[in-house]
């Protein structure tokens, strides 16, 4: 069986139809986990204090936020190369979810960098890279909507992912690249003496799942719905013609 079968538009609305329920249910278990275990079970950091509690929103989201433009990156290159339409409208419906996620990381690292740097904003190369991310993410969606053929949009809009691409890998790995700047380096790491303490770092699994089954559950709504629009409108434009 392959997995190409579910770029069918038929077969795609099927499947998520059934997968939605039981990922939306795991969504509110693991986010209301994380988020009630992270707010009112663990202690203030000693340094940080109660200000530390942001990273239960601010690293999910900024995580998504830099993969969210990867999966995009994966579909665009599928639509060029393939012509699956599913693809192309799964990264549009993305894109959407992705703008949030930024703009919810540029605000939550605000407001916890703030107390921490004595200022709201930095040009840190990574705070920096990640603004640009975000125009990014504008641009892609005014795109969509600026042109009406859908495939034309659709391949435009790829391009635009690809070279939007630099600036999430600058975003995810600014702090690699560069050893000056505010930000502090990776809070999960596969080295384990980089991880936070444990007395964080499992709420904070538990959220960052949350906001990965969130993503994925917004997506598939996402695309369900250009679907059908898509469908909508070739109807339209058939009995007009």
Same mark, same amino acid.
């Given at each position: 069986?392959?997995?190409?079968? @579910?770029?069918?538009?038929?077969?795609?609305?099927?499947?998520?139809?059934? =997968?939605?329920?039981? *990922?939306?249910?795991? &969504?509110?278990?693991?986010?209301? &986990? /994380?988020?009630?275990? !992270?707010?009112?079970? &663990?202690?203030?950091?000693?340094?940080?204090?109660?200000?530390?509690?942001?990273? @239960?929103?601010?690293?999910?989201?900024? *995580?998504?936020?830099?993969?969210?433009?990867?999966?995009?990156? =994966?579909?665009?290159?599928?639509?060029?190369?393939?012509?699956?339409? =599913?693809?192309?409208?799964?990264?549009?419906?993305?894109?959407?979810?992705?703008?949030?996620?930024?703009?919810?990381?540029?605000?939550? !690292?605000?407001?916890?960098?703030?107390?921490?740097? /004595?200022?709201?904003?930095?040009?840190?190369?990574?705070?920096?890279?990640?603004?640009?991310?975000? *125009?990014?993410?504008?641009? @892609?969606?005014?795109?969509?909507?600026?042109?009406?053929?859908?495939?034309?949009?659709?391949?435009?809009?790829?391009?635009?992912?690809?070279?939007?691409?630099?600036?999430? #890998?600058?975003?995810?790995?600014?702090?690699?690249?560069?050893?000056?700047?505010?930000?502090? !380096?990776?809070? *999960?790491?596969?080295?384990?003496?980089?991880?936070?303490?444990? =007395?964080? @770092?499992?709420?904070?699994?538990?959220?960052?799942? /949350?906001? #990965?089954?969130?993503?994925?559950?917004?997506?598939?709504? !996402?695309?369900?719905?250009?679907?059908?629009?898509?469908?909508?409108?070739?109807?339209?434009?058939?009995?007009?013609?």
């Amino acid at each position: 069986m392959s997995l190409w079968q @579910y770029a069918n538009p038929v077969k795609f609305l099927n499947l998520s139809g059934k =997968v939605l329920p039981t *990922l939306s249910v795991l &969504t509110v278990i693991c986010l209301v &986990t /994380g988020m009630y275990w !992270g707010y009112f079970l &663990t202690p203030d950091d000693y340094k940080q204090g109660s200000t530390v509690k942001i990273i @239960y929103i601010h690293v999910p989201s900024a *995580l998504i936020a830099i993969n969210a433009w990867f999966m995009m990156l =994966v579909a665009a290159l599928i639509w060029l190369i393939r012509r699956h339409h =599913v693809s192309a409208l799964a990264a549009k419906a993305a894109s959407h979810v992705g703008v949030v996620m930024t703009l919810i990381a540029l605000i939550t !690292g605000a407001f916890w960098g703030q107390p921490m740097w /004595g200022t709201w904003w930095a040009w840190d190369p990574r705070l920096t890279s990640f603004l640009i991310l975000f *125009l990014f993410y504008l641009g @892609y969606i005014a795109l969509w909507s600026a042109i009406e053929d859908p495939d034309t949009a659709a391949d435009l809009t790829s391009v635009l992912c690809i070279v939007g691409s630099v600036f999430a #890998v600058l975003s995810r790995y600014a702090v690699n690249f560069w050893n000056q700047g505010l930000h502090q !380096g990776a809070t *999960l790491s596969l080295d384990k003496e980089e991880n936070i303490s444990d =007395v964080f @770092y499992f709420p904070l699994l538990f959220c960052i799942a /949350g906001f #990965v089954l969130l993503f994925l559950v917004l997506t598939l709504v !996402g695309t369900r719905a250009e679907i059908r629009n898509r469908r909508a409108r070739a109807l339209v434009a058939r009995e007009k013609g």
